[in-house]
Every structure is written in structure tokens, then in C-alpha cells.
């Protein structure tokens, strides 16, 4: 071998190498075929196997729930270990952390239209589908820049002891005061909320995008009077319920789901008209861990295996359908993303919210406050 292209082939390991492409044994293999170890052992890379991942999600009951559902299973497999952060991988975090220059951040669980947006501001590094197998979900789920880890739902929920078995079903419903009275609750960050009131004034659901942002505000503003709080935590949407201070909410329906538990179903709830939404796993520009082992524990956390166990934790719907397999009826039925289920409900447009959501939520908040 010629010493230029022998000297090129080492570059190009000690490249691969500090991206995390390749591991430490493959590295030294490689290297002492090109008769070059001793520059190996002072190369000086910071292996990944040597630190941990980090992945980053929303704290709470979450953490342990991806430890279980996830990690455990990964470090097993591969030798890695992996930390779970609850700070929160809002936009602006993970911008912070790439302005810092050294990022402690690898794989984030991201709304799916961050996971675009970043992606076209190269804060996020875009998805290796030679690793990741894309088409484990369905193609509305994925982009360059990130693939769903979960699905969850926006539904309505009722208090039966005021409406019976005959709660609001529909978004008319819900906008009705007369025939169901009392207090409501909306969630403060939009997500769903504009599409609710879209179809509340009479949109087609197959017409609901690009959304009449306009429309659906004035809309919102005939039921503000009746609105007790437009929540932004799922504990205070449940704390709203439970009090009783509100008969009719717009929530998550992980936490419908444990209403109708604690309150032996006098909180009653369905996915009829609901939307649907997904969370993404997606991995920062220049993380501390490397490209490699990111792909490696994106595509364990695809695996139906552990999507079962983060729903059995948490309840939220997985996004790969063949997770469906493992499932008892009794879960089907609790399922967000279940065949049958997936046919009441709207999906909400990650490409709109990618191209509108700042200036939307601007325009949202602004009428909230008013």
C-alpha cells in the first residue's frame, strides 16, 4: 500500500472512529492491520463506550418508564450504558445546547415537528435508515430528522355525574353550552385546540389543513367566558376533573385514561374525535455520543417489546403497528394507535406545525390573555 493512500485509510478510521461509527475493537483491529496501533493508542478519541448516552426526555414518571422500557434492554444488548435526563428537550434547550459548542445532549424525545424543524436549522443530525428501519412505522411518522417513539391523543372527557352516559361526543358538542353546561378546560400550548375549534364551526375534518388560524381563534373566543383554565400540565388537567371544577376537558388520553380509574369512571372519555399526535426520537448535531450507538438504541426503541412495556407504563400508543400482536383485546381497546381506534380520530399535521407553529401559538396565546 502506497504511504499517501496508507495515511489517507488511517484519516479516515480516526474519523469514522470519533463519530462514533465504528467501535474501539474494530478501530484497533483496522489500525494494526495498517500496521499503525501505537497511533491508535495515542489518538486520543473519547470512546462512547466510555461514557454514557444521554437521552433526554419530559421527567416525572416517564424517566423510569424509558429505563424499563428501554435502556435496560439496550445497555444489555450492547454494552452501553445509557443515562435518561428529564430536563425537557424543548426547541430552545436544544438550540442552547448547540450554541454552547459542546453539547450533553445525544438522543431527544421531541414533538415530530420540532424534529423537523431543527432538522432544517442542522441542529439535529438526520436519521441513518440504513440502521433504523424506517418502514417499522407508517410513513406519515418519520422525517429526514426524526421517527415517532410514541403516539398519544388529544380526546374529550366528561364528568358523568352532570351529563350521564351522554357526554359531549363531537367538538359542536363540547362548544354547546346549553346543552352541556358548565365549566371547560383547553390546553394552553395549542397543539389540537385550533383543529377542535375548526371543527366546531362546521370544517370537514378532510378540510381542516392548512389550518384558517384566523377562523378557529375567533372561534375560540365565543367559548373563552366558559373556560375555567387552558392547562398545560397533565396533572393540572386531571386536578381540574377530579375537583369537578370543570365538566368538559380537551386532554392527553393517558390522563383521561387514569381519570376513569381514580374516579371509578365518573370521568368518562373516548377517542371518538380525538387527534392524534406522536412524539419523535431525534439525535443533536456533534453529540458527545457518536452517530452509531444513537441509530443502534433509536432501533431497539422501535421494537415492539419495549413499546408494550412503555404503554403498559404510561399508556401511550406505540408507532410500530406490530406491537398490535402483543396486545391483549382489554389493551386494544386502550390503544391510541389501534387500527380501530386510529379510524376515530384526526392525525394532526407535523408539516403545518412545522411551517406555523411559532407564529400560531404567538397568535393563540395573545387572544388567551386577552
Wanted: charged share 20%; aromatic share 10%.
Amino acid at each position: 500500500m502506497r504511504q499517501d493512500h496508507q495515511q489517507d485509510c488511517i484519516e479516515v478510521l480516526i474519523d469514522k472512529a470519533r463519530d462514533g461509527q465504528i467501535n474501539r475493537r474494530t478501530f484497533i483491529q483496522a489500525m494494526g492491520l495498517l500496521a499503525a496501533v501505537p497511533l491508535a493508542l495515542r489518538s486520543g478519541i473519547s470512546w462512547s463506550a466510555d461514557k454514557p448516552l444521554v437521552v433526554v426526555n419530559w421527567g416525572g414518571d416517564a424517566l423510569n418508564a424509558f429505563r424499563s422500557a428501554w435502556t435496560d434492554t439496550f445497555t444489555k444488548n450492547t454494552g452501553i450504558q445509557v443515562r435518561i435526563d428529564g430536563a425537557g428537550p424543548t426547541e430552545g434547550a436544544i438550540r442552547s445546547q448547540l450554541a454552547s459548542g459542546q453539547p450533553s445532549w445525544d438522543v431527544v424525545d421531541v414533538e415530530s415537528y420540532s424534529a423537523i424543524v431543527l432538522g432544517r436549522e442542522k441542529i439535529l443530525q438526520p436519521l441513518d435508515y440504513n440502521t433504523i428501519k424506517r418502514d417499522q412505522v407508517a410513513p406519515a411518522l418519520s422525517s429526514d430528522f426524526g421517527i415517532a417513539s410514541y403516539q398519544f391523543s388529544y380526546v374529550m372527557a366528561w364528568d358523568s355525574e352532570k351529563f350521564g352516559e351522554n357526554g359531549p361526543k363531537t367538538w359542536a358538542d363540547f362548544w354547546d353550552v346549553k346543552k352541556f353546561p358548565g365549566k371547560r378546560t383547553l390546553y394552553k400550548w395549542m397543539n389540537g385546540m385550533l383543529e377542535a375549534a375548526l371543527l366546531a364551526d362546521g370544517v370537514p375534518p378532510d378540510q381542516l389543513y392548512p389550518l384558517d388560524v384566523p377562523r378557529a381563534l375567533k372561534k375560540i373566543d365565543e367559548i373563552k367566558p366558559h373556560v375555567l383554565s387552558f392547562w398545560s400540565s397533565g396533572a393540572e388537567s386531571q386536578q381540574l376533573m377530579v375537583d369537578g371544577e370543570v365538566s368538559v376537558g380537551a386532554i392527553w388520553h393517558t390522563r383521561a385514561k387514569l381519570l376513569s380509574e381514580d374516579t371509578d369512571n365518573r370521568v368518562r372519555w373516548s377517542f371518538d374525535n380525538g387527534f392524534i399526535n406522536s412524539s419523535s426520537w431525534a439525535v443533536l448535531n456533534g453529540n458527545p455520543g457518536g452517530t452509531q450507538p444513537t441509530m443502534q438504541f433509536i432501533q431497539q426503541a422501535l421494537q415492539p417489546e419495549g413499546q408494550l412495556k412503555l404503554f403498559e407504563l404510561l399508556g401511550n400508543g406505540p408507532s410500530n403497528s406490530a406491537t398490535e400482536k402483543l396486545m391483549s383485546a382489554k389493551q386494544l381497546e386502550a390503544n391510541c394507535a389501534s387500527e380501530e381506534n386510529l379510524k376515530k380520530q384526526i392525525a394532526l399535521n407535523a408539516q403545518w406545525y412545522a411551517d406555523n407553529y411559532s407564529k400560531a401559538l404567538e397568535e393563540y396565546l395573545t387572544r388567551l390573555s386577552k
